[in-house]
Nanobody, 126 residues
Framework: QAQLVESGGGSVQSGGSLRLSCTAPGYIYSSYCMAWFRQAPGEEREGVAHIDGEGSTFYADSVKGRFTISQDHAKNTRYLEMHSLKPEDTAMYYC????????????????????WGKGTLVTISS
């Protein structure tokens, strides 16, 4: 049973922007690493943006500089701000929560995802 609820997907033209929302129960929001994944038809699922409990972020190279995670603690909600969107960003986007992974370089993203939302569709037209 999904405990994470995504919203904000839609269709925009290339170069446009969208903001996705992920609302979680308080115990997940405050204790888990949260991330946005995406999966396009015929493609593998890709983790694109991650945030740990301390606010450290990690972005996939494919979205770095274009996507940003923000958060509203009062609403237990994290957002994925997406700018300069490209047709290749078209995918189903999922919010997930799990553990955090670190290396000598710092936060390396979330892993072992325990909770998933049902997803929200993002379509970018050229």
């Amino acid at each position: 049973q999904a405990q994470l609820v995504e919203s904000g997907g839609g269709s925009v033209q290339s170069g446009g922007s969208l903001r996705l929302s992920c609302t979680a129960p308080g115990y997940i929001y405050s204790s888990y690493c949260m991330a946005w994944f995406r999966q396009a038809p015929g493609e593998e699922r890709e983790g694109v943006a991650h945030i740990d409990g301390e606010g450290s972020t990690f972005y996939a190279d494919s979205v770095k500089g274009r996507f940003t995670i923000s958060q509203d603690h009062a609403k237990n909600t994290r957002y994925l701000e997406m700018h300069s969107l490209k047709p290749e960003d078209t995918a189903m986007y999922y919010c997930a929560a799990g553990g955090s992974r670190y290396s000598s370089g710092g936060f390396d993203g979330c892993s072992g995802m325990d909770y998933w939302g049902k997803g929200t569709l993002v379509t970018i037209s050229s």
